[in-house]
């Protein structure tokens, strides 16, 4: 093949990827009466600086906690809020120690429906989900890395693709969880791993315990490695057999990073 029919091929894949990428994003019209559903969880993201607001559409709520599962027609909607910060930026709480929101950022909905989903190959497909995302206007935004709210949630098919289930189900563990945990060798608060650097030995099980009111879970990167999903008050271990530096991430929100030196 010569140089400019190998130009064109890859010209076509490049096109079909970004047409599988953003397959069906526009199946989603803007659910412009979320405010009706069911306000199931508030989030204070204190690295990006954010107060979150999750939505479920009518009768998702009682769906799941009747033991029916997320029915087909939820649609779930998170609302993106940036907060009151002091002269030296840092978020204002209110009396009790949450942020404060001013103004909405965005919007990013997911959507159950059946049959939806098909055209996607089955390492990115989240069931019979689709996502979208839209401005603070309930405008669409078609620049949105929509690929990347596929692969956030492929690993989750046990929770129907959606990681605020047990929020949606009302079994979130309460602070008191905390409290009754072993402790951990690294501690995830604040959307932090504290330490973010640490040492580990060969064959030693290093335990991460979670103490934010949201779900983490933990990948390390290159080794294949990677936990349940924890909530609250919960915990996973990873053991390495080999020395060497491993950085990590959580998979639901990869701004969080860590380093383990394994000895």
């Not at 989603?28 to 993201?45: E, H, N």
């Not at 949450?98 to 390492?123: C, N």
């Not at 609250?232 to 080999?242: E, L, Y």
Request: glycine residues 10%; charged residues 20%.
């Amino acid at each position: 093949m010569n140089k400019t029919k190998m130009a064109m091929a890859a010209g076509v894949l490049a096109a079909g990827v970004a047409s599988i990428a953003a397959a069906g994003p526009e199946k989603i019209k803007f659910p412009s009466d979320y405010l009706k559903g069911t306000l199931y969880a508030t989030v204070d993201r204190p690295d990006t600086k954010q107060y979150r607001e999750l939505y479920a559409s009518p009768g998702v709520v009682e769906s799941v906690r009747a033991g029916k599962g997320v029915p087909y027609g939820a649609v779930l909607t998170l609302v993106q809020w940036s907060v009151h910060q002091d002269a030296q930026g840092n978020p204002i709480k209110d009396a009790n120690g949450r942020f404060i929101k001013k103004d909405i950022l965005a919007h990013t909905v997911m959507q159950k429906e059946k049959g939806w989903g098909a055209e996607y190959p089955d390492s990115l497909r989240n069931g019979e989900w689709e996502y979208s995302v839209f401005n603070r206007f309930g405008d669409f935004n078609p620049k949105a890395n929509f690929k990347a709210c596929f692969e956030c949630h492929k690993p989750h098919a046990g929770m129907d693709y959606v990681t605020s289930l047990a929020k949606l189900a009302g079994k979130f563990p309460d602070a008191s969880a905390v409290a009754r945990a072993p402790k951990g060798d690294v501690s995830i608060v604040g959307f932090l791993f504290n330490p973010a650097k640490i040492v580990a030995a060969v064959g030693k099980p290093l335990r991460f315990l979670n103490t934010d009111d949201s779900p983490h879970f933990i990948v390390v990167q290159g080794s294949g490695q990677k936990s349940e999903v924890i909530l609250r008050g919960q915990s996973t271990t990873m053991t390495f057999d080999k020395a060497g530096a491993f950085n990590y991430i959580c998979g639901l929100h990869p701004s969080m990073k860590g380093t383990i030196e394994v000895r």
